[in-house]
């Protein structure tokens, strides 16, 4: 069963795009939301590979495909932890 997995990793991107646009909207653009999107971007890419293989009847890539879009959802993780460190420190730096 790999539609949960599929699943999350639009929910991902879809979250991720609709934060980047939500803060082009208010403010600048910080290059952690940049690096975040891309991340997605991976990850759904590597998801799609992945599916694809699946439906060639082939696992010689798959595995590749798996890291691919785990590195990418690792990217995202942390530049979105990062973002959030900013923005706290920015915070506190305006208090």
């Known amino acids: 069963m ?9 929910s991902v991107l879809v ?8 803060r082009m909207r208010r403010s600048r653009i910080g290059g952690a939301l940049l690096v975040a999107f891309a991340g997605a971007l991976v990850s759904t890419a590597g998801e ?9 009847l082939s696992t010689h890539s798959g595995p590749i495909a798996g890291i691919t879009s785990f590195f990418g959802f ?7 932890w990062l973002e959030e460190r900013h923005d706290r420190r920015a915070a ?3 208090v």
């Open 15 to 22: 979250t991720t795009a609709w934060a980047l646009i939500d």
């Open 92 to 94: 506190t730096d305006d």
């Open 2 to 10: 790999h539609l949960p997995l599929y699943i999350g990793v639009l």
């Open 74 to 80: 690792i990217v995202v993780v942390i530049a979105l």
């Open 48 to 56: 799609i590979w992945h599916a694809y293989t699946h439906l060639q």
